[in-house]
């Protein structure tokens, strides 16, 4: 059997490296669009949908990243929509990841993996904060034993991750080091389990804004695949995502570079933000994703 994240890599050689990030906020979508919906919720599945087939027609991206504040900030109708962004994955083809970033005591970690991995928001990997023990990654890595991936936030993309992440410790090491020893301490446990293939359930989330540490971190860590936020709109360079990308590999996020196209795009800005429909907003995401694809690729051929 293989993994998700397994799954995931693969998909990734195929298609390239992008993970489109479906963290979509109503305020992303102009009010020529919005209007035509019964509610904003409404309005954001029909995108989301939308932005899957042309993804996966195009074959743009190996991954969809779907941020679940966007959707509990809409309420009940919005968990609706979410769990039916991750049905529209599923039938896609592609790899979900649910940027959930749970992490808990041990009972409560068990119930978020419950709900995240079985049931109405079931997904195929899931985002974890390690920073309250790594007795909280447990109950989510049991699940990888059943295919399940995780990614364990390791360096992350926001500038207060100098706050604990880039702490130093007495030993010398950073904050940071120590999780990372510890992915690779899980990393080892699923040897066995998935022997012969080529990364782990076990992954880890690294940001691509700071240049300086991505070499450090891929050399330290060359047998985890990687998930990679802060390109495009959090202004992460291509080539420090290249960098990130190389060894085991990882796919690069970009949500609001994507979602928002149309507000830079030549076709839409000529039409004007009052004349726009649900296409004209596609049409621009989509063609946002292949030049994503394009540069990604081009910036990993120049490693």
Not at 5 to 13: A, K, N, R, S
Request: proline share 4%.
């Amino acid at each position: 059997m293989k993994h998700n994240m397994q799954i995931l890599q693969e998909l990734g050689t195929a298609n390239g490296p992008l993970c489109v990030g479906l963290d979509t906020d109503p305020s992303y979508i102009p009010q020529s669009v919005l209007k035509n919906y019964p509610s904003p919720a409404q309005a954001v599945l029909a995108y989301n949908k939308e932005i899957i087939s042309r993804v996966t027609q195009e074959k743009s991206a190996c991954c969809f990243k779907v941020q679940i504040a966007y959707y509990e900030a809409m309420g009940l109708e919005g968990m609706k929509v979410y769990a039916e962004t991750l049905k529209e994955v599923k039938k896609s083809g592609l790899i979900c990841i649910s940027d959930i970033k749970r992490g808990d005591i041990a009972a409560t970690a068990g119930a978020y993996a419950r709900a995240h991995f079985t049931g109405d928001f079931e997904t195929d990997i899931i985002t974890i904060n390690p920073y309250m023990g790594f007795d909280t990654l447990k109950p989510f890595a049991e699940y990888c034993k059943k295919g399940k991936g995780i990614f364990v936030l390791l360096r992350t993309s926001n500038p207060g991750m100098t706050d604990i992440e880039q702490q130093e410790l007495k030993n010398g090491k950073r904050v940071l080091d120590n999780v990372g020893e510890e992915l690779e301490r899980l990393r080892t446990e699923f040897e066995s389990d998935f022997a012969g293939q080529t990364c782990s359930p076990i992954g880890a989330v690294v940001g691509c804004t700071e240049e300086s540490d991505a070499r450090l971190l891929r050399d330290a860590y060359p047998e985890i695949y990687f998930l990679i936020p802060g390109y495009g709109a959090q202004g992460g360079a291509a080539r420090i995502c290249a960098t990130l990308m190389d060894k085991c590999g990882g796919t690069v996020n970009s949500s609001r570079g994507i979602l928002c196209a149309w507000k830079k795009d030549s076709d839409c800005l000529a039409k004007g933000e009052d004349s726009l429909t649900m296409k004209d907003i596609a049409d621009a995401a989509s063609k946002a994703a292949l030049a994503s694809k394009k540069e990604l690729l081009d910036a990993y051929k120049n490693l």
